[in-house]
Antibody, heavy 121, light 107 residues
Framework: VQLLESGGGLVKPGGSLRLSCVASGFTFSDYYMSWIRQSPGRGLEFVSYISPTSDYTNYADSVKGRFTISRDNAKNSAFLQMDSLRADDAAVYYC???????????????WGLGTRVTVSS | DIHMTQSPSSLSASIGDRVTITCQAGHDISNYLNWYQQKPGKVPKLLIY???NLETGVPSRFSGRGSGTEFSFTISGLQPEDVATYYCQQYQSLPPAFGPGTKVEIK
């Protein structure tokens, strides 16, 4: 199992970024995919998840209405569109997969290396 | 939202010591509790799921127990490679929530 994030960088407050996560080594369309972020001020924080067929998504209250998760099973990829970025969105963003098919969405057995998002003017 | 707390926030112990970390949930989370290890500069790694089940390949010196709102994580015989921050995480209800972490160092 490999997860590789990209798309992070420096953005001004109010700006947008689109994170990508390319997966390999497993049947991507079988698994929930999640985004989790980590910052010194907020620790590890759930951001969002998406069901295998994209019929169900969930967001942290702190990002609801600003972030949108999506996936393309044909491309083994998950995405996080981040709009109206704020200083407190600055973090390392990890793509994560559930431990197993049976474990549901929120036991994170596999993590990518992360991509850093910096929000600053 | 369910708030997770951990204690202590950090500890220093000698090689071979038994180390115990506690995790408390703001509401009853049954057995929906995981533990992760994050070594310095590395990605979090799942160690224990559903309170007490060791992930494949995790040494047996790691263990977990508890239910409801009170949980514990133990390293039975601290090793140099165990230097890390350990996080509990609940997934009984959305949003999933992590504890603030316990930093474990060698004395």
């Amino acid at each position: 199992v490999q997860l590789l994030e990209s798309g992070g960088g420096l953005v001004k407050p109010g700006g947008s970024l689109r994170l990508s996560c390319v997966a390999s080594g497993f049947t991507f369309s079988d698994y929930y995919m999640s985004w989790i972020r980590q910052s010194p001020g907020r620790g590890l924080e759930f951001v969002s998840y998406i069901s295998p067929t994209s019929d169900y998504t969930n967001y942290a209250d702190s990002v609801k209405g600003r972030f949108t998760i999506s996936r393309d099973n044909a491309k083994n990829s998950a995405f996080l569109q981040m709009d109206s970025l704020r200083a407190d969105d600055a973090a390392v963003y990890y793509c994560a997969r559930s431990r197993s098919y049976e474990s549901g969405a929120s036991t994170y057995g596999y993590w990518g290396l992360g991509t850093r998002v910096t929000v600053s003017s | 939202d369910i708030h997770m707390t951990q204690s202590p926030s950090s500890l220093s112990a000698s090689i071979g010591d038994r180390v115990t970390i506690t995790c408390q949930a703001g509401h009853d989370i049954s057995n929906y509790l995981n533990w992760y290890q994050q070594k310095p500069g590395k990605v979090p790694k799942l160690l224990i799921y559903d309170v007490s089940n060791l992930e494949t390949g995790v040494p047996s010196r790691f263990s977990g127990r508890g239910s409801g709102t009170e949980f514990s994580f133990t390293i039975s015989g601290l090793q140099p490679e165990d230097v890390a921050t350990y996080y509990c995480q609940q997934y009984q209800s959305l949003p999933p929530a992590f504890g603030p972490g316990t930093k474990v160092e060698i004395k």
